[in-house]
Nanobody, 121 residues
């Protein structure tokens, strides 16, 4: 059974930092790709960053330079720095064990339940 479990959300002031964790179980981390997504209140789920089977990382424009991905064993981390109020939302981890592009929510096979991030001005 494949499971993705996120943790690390919380409340922080603008300019602060948070690190989110996503623990994968059920298949090898190196298979396919994994990504982080977020959904602001009332908005659509959007890709934030992904890592593929070769370890290549891609971050989207809105967070590039502020957010990074790192991986230790079967845990994917989203390191968030210089947070802004517009980063507020629910953050989800997603995985596609047979794919190579994990920034499109429509291709994701497995989702975590999400963790909430609130950034105050």
């Amino acid at each position: 059974q494949v499971q993705l479990v996120e943790s690390g959300g919380g409340s922080v002031q603008a300019g602060g930092s948070l690190r989110l964790s996503c623990a994968l179980s059920g298949y090898p981390f190196s298979r396919g790709c994994m990504g982080w997504f977020r959904r602001p209140a009332g908005g659509e789920r959007e890709g934030v960053g992904m890592i593929d089977t070769h370890g290549n990382v891609k971050m989207t424009g809105a967070v590039e330079g502020r957010f990074t991905l790192s991986q230790v064993r079967d845990i994917l981390y989203l390191n968030m720095n210089d947070l802004k109020p517009e980063d507020t939302g629910t953050y989800y981890c997603g995985a596609d064990p047979d794919g190579g592009w994990c920034l499109d929510p429509y291709v994701i096979d497995y989702w975590g339940k999400g963790t909430h991030v609130t950034v105050s001005p």
